[in-house]
């Protein structure tokens, strides 16, 4: 879904791709509330393209369409999805990746010179797909989920068909590395890039003598760290 109000933080790269030049499509399965994007982000939503999947015909047929078009990059992505399927049978008959072929149909009309992802769930599942069937260049960006398991998870693989992968995190880029070993320039290819707001919009003016005040704005969630923060908070109550 896009616009997501917890997706703030890609506004703001794609407001940064939009700055340098580049034209940037997004594409989603199903367009958010208007006003999920707030302030300087209005513009975004002009951006917006929308896939319908439609019913099982409508699959079956875009399906169809890529098996027979394309034989070689449908029987290679679905060779290399069932090395990691729970079940037999065609992986790519699976609900969790079916939509993949309305996917590359509709981006297969916007004609991209690259697709990115965020989220090594079913978002970079179905990139990844797209992106085989059509042989568009692809990359994404992991963030805690990268430690998460998921469905058709193939971090190797993705590695080593991506331009680029980034990682929020040092732990991230270190696991994923360690997934994608023996991928030919893997470390290079893994990019750490934190997460953090402009200092010029958002300055510390403390005054002298106040006390120190931290503060994590996230939800419940044990991926976020929460009781790292409170001992971390400890650790320097006890340092003084």
């Not at 393209?49 to 027979?68: D, E, N």
């Not at 078009?69 to 049978?89: C, D, K, T």
């Not at 990746?97 to 996917?103: E, G, H, R």
């Not at 805690?144 to 880029?173: G, H």
Request: proline share 7%; net charge positive.
């Amino acid at each position: 879904r896009f616009p997501w109000y917890p997706l703030t933080f890609v506004y703001h790269e794609i407001r940064a791709l939009l700055e340098a030049g580049h034209d940037v499509r997004i594409v989603t399965f199903e367009r958010g509330r208007r006003e999920d994007l707030h302030g300087d982000f209005d513009d975004l939503w002009n951006r917006i393209h929308v896939v319908s999947p439609r019913g099982l015909a409508r699959k079956l047929f875009w399906q169809a369409y890529f098996r027979l078009r394309r034989p070689g990059r449908y029987a290679e992505l679905r060779n290399r999805l069932s090395a990691h399927a729970s079940s037999p049978g065609d992986p790519l008959r699976s609900p969790y990746l079916f939509d993949a072929f309305a996917l590359a149909a509709f981006l297969r009309r916007l004609a991209p010179a690259y697709l990115h992802s965020h989220f090594t769930f079913r978002d970079t599942s179905l990139t990844h797909a797209s992106a085989s069937l059509l042989g568009i260049p692809f990359g994404f960006t992991s963030h805690a989920d990268a430690f998460v398991d998921a469905p058709f998870k193939m971090l190797r693989e993705w590695v080593e068909d991506s331009l680029a992968v980034f990682a929020s995190t040092r732990e991230a880029r270190k696991y994923i590395i360690g997934k994608a070993d023996g991928v030919p320039d893997a470390e290079r290819k893994i990019v750490f890039k934190p997460g953090g707001v402009d200092l010029e919009r958002f300055r510390l003016r403390p005054d002298p003598g106040d006390p120190t005040r931290l503060a994590a704005i996230c939800r419940f969630d044990p991926k976020k760290g929460l009781i790292e923060f409170a001992r971390a908070c400890r650790e320097l109550l006890r340092r003084g």
